[in-house]
Structures are given as structure tokens and as C-alpha cells.
């Protein structure tokens, strides 16, 4: 499956890519801000953030993650050892992000609360 990037023609005078649409661009994917939010709290090997995001699979993980490498939010280090030993982590682009996460934590509470009343 290909990443989810806006493919049409901006119109006149918007060719420049909007910051907001550049943001989404980033972390458009079902799993993106979950894997952002889990690696905020600390460093993750694969097989940890499989088991805390229950219904994902490995090719997607594994897809996601390295978007999110590419696009400079997420750092895998790979040790020399036997077997393999991996983790992720934030860059300092991925740690600058956390404000948002929170303030969509602090909504997604409120707006739970506002739906119980």
C-alpha cells in the first residue's frame, strides 16, 4: 500500500504545500500517532509495540515505522549482537511533536467527558 500524500493540482497562488496539510502528510496512517505517543514514553524494541498496539501486524508496523523514519520523527538503532537487538525512539523532531499528542490527549478526554453527559 502506497503512503497517503495529497496527489491533486493546488490551485493558483497555493503551490505552496499548506503547514497543516504537511503535518497530516506526516502522520496520516491508523498507527502513526499511537507509535508516536507509546515511543514519547520511552525507548521500544519491535515486538514491545506490537504487543501495545493489539490488531496491527508486523508488515504494517514495520511500514509505518519506517515512514516515520524517513520523515525524521522516529530513530531505529540497530546493536551488533546475536540475535539482533532493535529500538526505536524519537528524534528530536519526534520529541517536539509531544505537545501536540498531549493537547490531543487533553481533547480526546474532554470530548469523552462531554459525550457521557
Known sequence: ??????QGKLPKGQEEICPVT???NLIAGRWKIIILWHLSKQTRRFNELQRL???ISKGI???QL?????DGLVHREVY????PKVEYSLT???KSFIPILDSMGEWGT????NRKS
Not at 1 to 6: D, E, L, Q, W
Not at 80 to 83: D, I, R
Open 61 to 63: 508496523l514495520t511500514r
Open 110 to 113: 474532554k470530548h469523552l467527558q
Open 1 to 6: 500500500m502506497a503512503r497517503i500524500r495529497f
Open 53 to 55: 498496539l493489539s490488531g
Open 66 to 70: 519506517r515512514e516515520l523514519e524517513e
Open 80 to 83: 551488533k549482537e546475536v540475535p
Open 92 to 94: 528530536s523532531a519526534g
Open 22 to 24: 504537511h503535518t497530516q
